[in-house]
Nanobody
Framework: QVQLVESGGGLVQPGGSLRLSCTAS????????TAWFRQAPGKEREGVAS????????YYADSVQGRFTISRDNARNTVFLQMNSLKPEDTAVYYC?????????????????????WGQGTQVTVSS
């Protein structure tokens, strides 16, 4: 099992930037992929970005493509989500999650139910 702790959320004006961090502990050697998801009030949880640990390939939701970047610091067991040009519709609780069993479809399609371990979430609010 992997324990995940997110940080870096907060209040930012439209057009601003934030960088979220997700630090893993526990069975980190067993992680196949890490992803970021978000959930806004009254909406379903949706995928934002993912990264395969074997080859470093990354995948993004259409709504964040070109604005968000997922990256990883192996030495610190930390995955980042750099969010630029933020919009009010990006407001949500952001979660990181890991997947231990190889599942290319889950990673490329950002399927929440396929991911095993989840962090507690960090609130991102984009408002003027």
């Amino acid at each position: 099992q992997v324990q995940l702790v997110e940080s870096g959320g907060g209040l930012v004006q439209p057009g601003g930037s934030l960088r979220l961090s997700c630090t893993a502990s526990g069975a980190t050697w067993d992680v196949y992929a890490t992803a970021w998801f978000r959930q806004a009030p009254g909406k379903e949880r949706e995928g934002v970005a993912s990264m395969s640990h074997s080859d470093g390939d990354t995948y993004y939701a259409d709504s964040v493509q070109g604005r968000f970047t997922i990256s990883r610091d192996n030495a610190r067991n930390t995955v980042f989500l750099q969010m630029n040009s933020l919009k009010p519709e990006d407001t949500a609780v952001y979660y990181c999650a890991t997947l231990s069993i190889p599942n290319v479809v889950a990673v490329t399609q950002l399927i929440p139910s396929a991911f095993d371990d989840w962090g507690q979430g960090t609130q991102v609010t984009v408002s003027s």
